[in-house]
């Protein structure tokens, strides 16, 4: 683990226009700075980055966050990998703290791997380019596939001489250790001798998402009936073949962009595909997809696009993995390229534009696919035909995320209909594969947790006026996050000479009854905690960059400001100024230097009006909190009344009515609001 020493250093040091800005071109408008969003395709620019609050905002797609976040979306990073992304651009030394010795001993074996594989990695493409037998052999080959230098470069493609011992020597000679070099898969023992793995032949690095050097595919290029046609790296610390997709590092901002990753087989498709300009694209390796490999897709986009050849081995892979694709809730599309081709000859044959429109026109519905295959080798025969509508009741059970209901009931529909069997019949027996998975499962629980879930399932039952409906027709969740909001801009300010903003507003807010999102609940309590323990540290900047990434992300929502100044804001500026254009357009800045000097007094008391009702806003939020408990209190109590009760019970309700009425009454009193009776 990074620790916390590395991690305050590197938020002492961020500059989010600074990190922002290498990847996205940014141009000052007022106080915030505008660019083309890099997370979807527009012409005119919506992004916005705040310098002051440490955030950006696309006012097109929605997308928020800090400067942490914006490297870990923009570059599929997970959070220690962006924070060492920073650490590097800043210069920052990384400390790092380990729980136990063997920890510590398997992540310097990793990092370990990582340099020796980098320079691996360097010396092949050394070979390549600047030896006689690598341009010769190694770079002749990779021309005669069709593809150019640059991308053979992109792709950091290489070649291992025939020598025997060719890197053996160099790496020793570097003083790299020969057991890790073994491990790496780089070279091997042979009778009491250390030798080069991977002589003649080209060599394809397999990079990480981030851009690391996993391991190596070399493929032979002789014809040798004893030898295999590609060698792979062995499974270590850092490469595990069920969890890498090749070319993920060179594809994951196209996918994102596409919204739909495309999947092919090998490296040679990837790399053709990339050249041809169709960069959401990966390779499974020829493999079967692994669960971990589609998390991995997931995490890009939820689209998966399989591009296999239509030959029987080709269907038959392309099969394979389906039912976990639709456990992870993706949406699965599948291509079979015609002719004995597969992706890399069919692009190089009919071009890039024919390719993709081909891609785009043969899309087929995996599960009607693998239905239709299933039919046509099922043919006459009745009981090969019962087993296919058991198979695809098992397959459509897959899809058993909440939000993909409606998906499932359409499969229900659409199949039953193929199969020419009864809708009903089909949804019965998904239902039955449901409730024996669910079954098995259970069956492996603790006794506790299926017996929780039991409990929560009951409470799930809707009744005439259960809680879950009462929260959903009252909660009223934008005031709750109005007052977490004030807390986090104005908290530490004060609010009298006694107490600071946010010691009024926990005064004022004791029980945590008053509000029902648990986010802010927490988001209040860790401010509470850290004014008591280390008031020093308290800052917006704390949350935006917190630890619990949920809080972070509350914060930046709630920081979060218009695009535009408010339509009230600009109606008194501009009756007050005779200025009537946007705030944020460049010539408000030229006008605000002339009026400054015409009518400074006037400009000031407007540009400082958020500053001056600080008090106000917060006694305000606070007040509608209060108002709002006590017109649910007032509900609950009015629903009570309607029951049956004893005279005395009455009694007390309609005291308890009285009394609340009044606390309304002094409530809206304060605020200015009228009460109908």
């Not at 924070?83 to 992540?107: F, H, M, P, S």
């Not at 605000?592 to 939020?621: F, G, P, R």
């Amino acid at each position: 683990m990074i620790s916390q020493n590395t991690i305050q250093q590197i938020l002492g040091r961020l500059d989010i226009i600074d990190v922002i800005g290498s990847f996205v071109k940014l141009k000052k408008r007022g106080a915030n700075y505008l660019g083309l969003c890099p997370f979807h395709n527009e012409k005119t620019p919506s992004f916005t980055v705040s310098p002051s609050k440490e955030i950006y905002k696309c006012f097109g797609c929605g997308r928020s966050g800090n400067t942490i976040s914006f490297i870990m979306e923009h570059e599929k990073y997970s959070y220690a990998e962006t924070l060492k992304w920073l650490a590097n651009k800043y210069g920052i030394e990384i400390e790092e703290t380990y729980q136990n010795d063997e920890q510590r001993q398997v992540q310097q074996a990793a990092d370990s791997l990582y340099i020796i594989n980098n320079f691996a990695r360097e010396f092949f493409t050394k070979m390549l380019f600047e030896t006689e037998e690598g341009q010769d052999i190694g770079l002749a080959y990779f021309k005669e596939r069709g593809f150019r230098e640059d991308i053979i470069q992109k792709f950091q493609l290489g070649y291992s001489p025939e020598q025997r011992d060719a890197f053996t020597k160099e790496a020793i000679a570097r003083q790299y250790n020969s057991d890790l070099l073994i491990k790496a898969g780089l070279i091997a023992n042979r009778n009491d001798q250390l030798v080069d793995n991977y002589r003649g032949r080209v060599i394809f690095p397999v990079h990480n998402h981030s851009g690391k050097v996993l391991g190596f595919g070399a493929r032979i290029l002789k014809s040798n009936d004893k030898a295999p046609k590609y060698i792979n790296t062995p499974e270590n610390e850092i490469y595990i073949k069920s969890k890498i997709l090749y070319g993920s590092y060179f594809a994951r901002q196209a996918i994102d962009k596409a919204d739909e990753c495309l999947l092919v087989e090998g490296y040679t498709d990837v790399i053709s595909l990339h050249q041809a300009g169709i960069e959401n694209v990966v390779a499974s390796g020829g493999t079967s997809l692994t669960p971990d490999q589609l998390r991995l897709v997931k995490k890009y986009s939820n689209n998966l696009t399989i591009i296999y050849d239509g030959d029987a081995a080709g269907v038959k892979a392309a099969l394979r993995g389906l039912d976990l694709a639709l456990e992870e809730g993706l949406n699965v599309k599948l291509v079979l390229i015609p002719d004995k081709e597969d992706p890399d000859s069919y692009v190089h044959k009919v071009g890039a534009f024919a390719f993709a429109e081909f891609v785009q026109k043969n899309k087929k519905d995996f599960i009607l696919f693998q239905l239709e295959v299933a039919l046509k080798d099922a043919g006459n025969d009745s009981v090969k035909k019962a087993e296919v509508v058991n198979r695809m009741a098992e397959t459509i059970s897959r899809i058993n995320k909440a939000e993909d209901f409606t998906k499932q009931q359409d499969y229900i529909k659409q199949c039953s209909q193929v199969l020419k069997i009864d809708e009903g019949g089909l949804h019965t027996l998904v239902n039955k594969f449901i409730r024996d998975r669910i079954s098995t499962q259970e069956r492996r629980q603790p006794f506790g947790e299926a017996r929780l879930q039991e409990e929560n399932a009951r409470r799930g039952e809707v009744t005439d006026y259960d809680e879950a409906t009462f929260s959903l027709l009252f909660k009223d969740e934008l005031q709750e996050k109005e007052v977490a909001r004030i807390l986090l801009e104005h908290g530490i300010k004060r609010f009298d000479d006694s107490r600071l903003v946010a010691e009024y507003i926990f005064d004022e807010i004791v029980d945590e009854s008053l509000i029902d999102n648990p986010d802010v609940i927490r988001l209040m309590n860790a401010f509470k905690e850290l004014i008591r323990q280390d008031p020093g540290t308290v800052s917006k900047n704390y949350f935006i960059y917190h630890p619990d990434a949920k809080l972070g992300a509350l914060a930046v929502s709630l920081l979060n400001v218009p695009y535009e100044e408010s339509e009230h804001w600009r109606r008194e500026f501009s009756q007050a100024t005779g200025y009537q254009k946007n705030l944020f357009e460049q010539p408000y800045e030229d006008f605000i230097q002339t009026l400054a000097h015409e009518n400074q007094e006037k400009l000031m008391s407007y540009l400082k009006m958020d500053e001056d009702k600080t008090n106000v806003e917060v006694e305000s939020a606070v007040n509608y909190l209060k108002l709002r408990k006590i017109r649910r209190m007032l509900l609950e109590n009015q629903l009570d009344l309607e029951k049956q009760h004893t005279t005395e019970e009455n009694s007390m309700l309609y005291q308890t009515h009285e009394h609340l009425k009044k606390m309304e009454m002094e409530l809206t009193r304060k605020m200015g609001t009228v009460v109908i009776r």
